[in-house]
RNA sequence: GGGUGCGUCGCAUAGCGGCAAUUGCUCCAGACUGUAAAUUUGGCGCCCUCCGGGCUUCGCAGGUUCGAGUCCUGCCGCACCCA
């Protein structure tokens, strides 16, 4: 029995269901720090185009915060340049120390995010190979079919080809580049549902609202974004020297606004694609965030502050991790 | 008023007379261990004992044919051209 086990709060959900500012309402309320999951607010200089709070950047990448009218740190926000490679390896390691360094000050961590995979890493304290990613190895590699990569892996590593998606190539990449650089792709250690992160209790609380209401909160959002300038800020980060093809590889807004820009497709049917591509995205991160069974989904405020007060009154029982 | 063309599953498209019918999108469901706003798989007329079988579809009504989304006639609707 752990009588003090460190509680961890994660208020996840698709884009546009309404996260931040409830995780800025129970920071406010329980005293909490906000850490952000989310693989695209990291970078500096997209702001608009990922729905960032109001703020502003203070500090190093530690200590980094943004301040709203409340003044809740906020952790994982503009901690790179978009130049910069990121990943889920990186983000894990380093919102590790950030929680640490929130709960030694007796504050309660609260991610806050809609990167699925990203919050996992965390909640499963998922251990990933020390093998970084090869640039030369993955442009060579790209040129190949699924086919050919499933048949390299397969020679490399029966193991991982017998569970790899044959047809994914991107997966197949990093399957090989693993192989290349230790041999064989380590086994999986931590399983959703099986083994459960013993540093920390978490509260997985999961934003739901009706199909009907997300898609048209999407789309408001997306109109709205447009008025606060989003296609400005994609037109400077490529004054600012990102190529396009960098600033399409993130995706949504940052994908269509370029094909504008570049005068590929009318402004008309780029402001379509947009909004297509996000409720595509809601979609996506709702398939992603239902098999895990730990969330617990609620819509209404009261419920969720009722959940967490009771959830931060448990003593270390292992139970409350459901 | 005359002429021509077109009406196919939410939208858009394909369809030498043997078709429950092509493809894209949407939509729905799924996968996911260092690109995750990425990448990827499946389903999408209805019903069943879902291997397979049954039923009802391609603007509407008739007709030709063993057999019609495909051919013919009429009607309705739409588009364009001539008046």
């Known amino acids: 029995m752990i009588p003090n086990t460190k509680k961890i709060l994660v208020i996840l959900g698709p884009t546009s269901s309404g996260k931040s500012d409830i995780a800025i309402k129970l920071a406010k309320k329980f005293n909490g720090e906000i850490i952000s999951a989310d693989s695209r607010q990291v970078f500096r200089g997209m702001d608009v185009g990922t729905g960032k709070i109001e703020g502003k950047f203070v500090g190093d990448s530690i200590s980094n915060w943004r301040s709203n009218l409340h003044n809740i740190p906020h952790y994982m926000i503009d901690i790179v340049s978009p130049r910069t490679e990121y990943n889920v390896a990186k983000f894990k390691k380093q919102a590790g120390k950030v929680i640490e360094d929130i709960l030694r000050r007796g504050k309660i961590p609260i991610i806050c995010g809609g990167t699925g995979f990203w919050i996992q890493a965390i909640v499963d304290n998922m251990n990933f190979p020390e093998v970084k990613p090869d640039r030369e190895l993955r442009k060579k590699l790209e040129k190949y079919p699924a086919e050919k990569l499933f048949a390299m892996l397969k020679k490399l590593d029966p193991d991982r080809a017998k569970t790899i998606d044959r047809n994914n190539k991107v997966r197949l990449i990093r399957a090989i580049e693993i192989c290349k650089s230790i041999k064989k792709v380590p086994e999986i250690q931590n399983t959703r549902y099986k083994i459960q992160n ?50 399409q590889s993130f995706g949504l807004a940052y994908f269509w606004i370029p094909e504008y820009l570049t005068g590929k497709i009318t402004q008309n049917e780029m402001v379509e694609k947009v909004i297509q591509a996000e409720r595509n995205y809601a979609k996506r991160q709702i398939t992603w965030f239902k098999r895990d069974k730990r969330i ?8 969720i502050e009722k959940a967490v007060k009771e959830f931060l009154k448990k003593y270390g029982s292992r139970l409350a991790l459901f």
């Open 296 to 303: 617990q989904w609620m819509e209404d405020y009261r419920k």
């Open 198 to 247: 013993t540093k920390y209790q978490f509260l997985q609380i999961g934003l739901k609202l009706s199909r009907e209401k997300l898609y048209d909160n999407i789309e408001n959002r997306v109109l709205a974004r447009f008025d606060q300038g989003m296609i400005d800020e994609v037109a400077d980060l490529h004054a600012d020297g990102l190529s396009w093809k960098r600033i």
